[in-house]
């Protein structure tokens, strides 16, 4: 992953001593990084186009290829579970273990390939899932021992690179407004914590040293008459860009609000009668960094 083999990859994906996006690197592969692409080449293509949108052009290399105890895995793991549940429940409640080991052996099941392939990311995950320093070691040099045919995991795709606009929104049931008259609003209340004025707006697939800055960081509240499933049903609502200038940076910790908080950030925002339909539905939409958190409650339309 830290290797690619372009200069159009996030500088933070290269290997070696950190680079600005004015400092690419000059070499093509970084020298550290000759090691790891000749051993990725001797890898065995995988069979299946597996390589999915976006992927940099390490990852996407990577995607390509499979190692062949993955690849004998593939089409036993079925005959090696029902194996194993049938006779080697017990002693391989532990996979990993040397008697689930000996028992597959001992009852002739098909497993030791699934073994060769996950042995790799058990020796990474050893630690983590509370192993002993004495079975990390083994896992370790059970990898170790497969050489370049060690079996690791990589980004094949990313099926949700860019989230929708009605992914990432809180959205709202129909709400039935076709015989309100008046005066019909949204209020509710909510807590900015600690949102900054601007951000970095990250895309995926897109070196980092393009990704647009200064973006205004913001909540959006919108509307929607009808038909709510087409993007260009919603409407931003006027009012309904949160929070205001005076209610950013302020340092507020999610669980450390007061109701003092909710208060100053009561709202009400107008439902003008073009939105007042039996479909009518309303939805916070949030233009966001990732340590930005915004808190919505006690949210209702009534007529006043």
């Known amino acids: 992953l830290d290797c690619p083999r372009e200069r159009s990859v996030p500088p933070r994906l290269y290997c070696g001593p950190p680079v600005s996006c004015d400092q690419m690197p000059d070499e093509r592969i970084p020298r550290a990084c000759e090691g790891v692409c000749a051993a990725c080449e001797q890898c065995s293509d995988h069979p299946d186009d597996r390589a999915g949108s976006l992927l940099t052009s390490c990852e996407a290399t990577a ?31 532990d996979v990993s273990s040397d008697a689930c080991a000996q028992c597959e052996a001992d009852n002739g099941c098909p497993c030791q390939d699934c073994r060769g392939c996950n042995v790799c990311a058990d020796a990474e995950n050893c630690a983590a899932a509370g192993g002993s320093a004495e079975e990390c070691l083994a896992l370790e040099a059970a990898c170790d021992a497969q050489g370049v045919d060690g079996c690791f995991d990589v980004p094949i795709r990313y099926p949700r690179v860019d989230l929708t606009d009605g992914e990432q929104a809180l959205e709202s049931p129909p709400v039935d407004l076709a015989g309100a008259s008046g005066d019909v609003v949204l209020e509710f209340s909510y807590v900015p914590f600690n949102v900054g004025r601007t951000y970095t707006r990250s895309e995926q697939g897109v070196s980092s040293c393009e990704w647009e800055q200064g973006v205004p960081q913001e909540v959006l509240v919108q509307f929607c008459a009808s038909d709510c499933t087409e993007p260009s049903s919603w409407a931003d609502a006027e009012g309904g860009r949160l929070p205001p200038p005076d209610q950013r940076g302020n340092n507020l910790r999610l669980a450390e609000q007061s ?14 009668p073009s939105f007042r339909t039996s479909t009518f539905r309303f939805r916070f939409l949030p233009r966001l960094s990732e340590s930005a958190r915004f808190g919505v409650d006690d949210v209702r339309v009534r007529a006043r």
């Open 63 to 93: 995607a390509g290829k499979g190692c062949p105890a993955c690849l004998a895995c593939d089409d036993n793991e079925a005959s090696c579970n029902a194996c194993r549940q049938a006779s080697c429940a017990s002693a391989c409640s």
């Open 259 to 272: 109701g003092v908080d909710w208060r100053a950030g009561r709202t009400v925002i107008s439902i003008p």
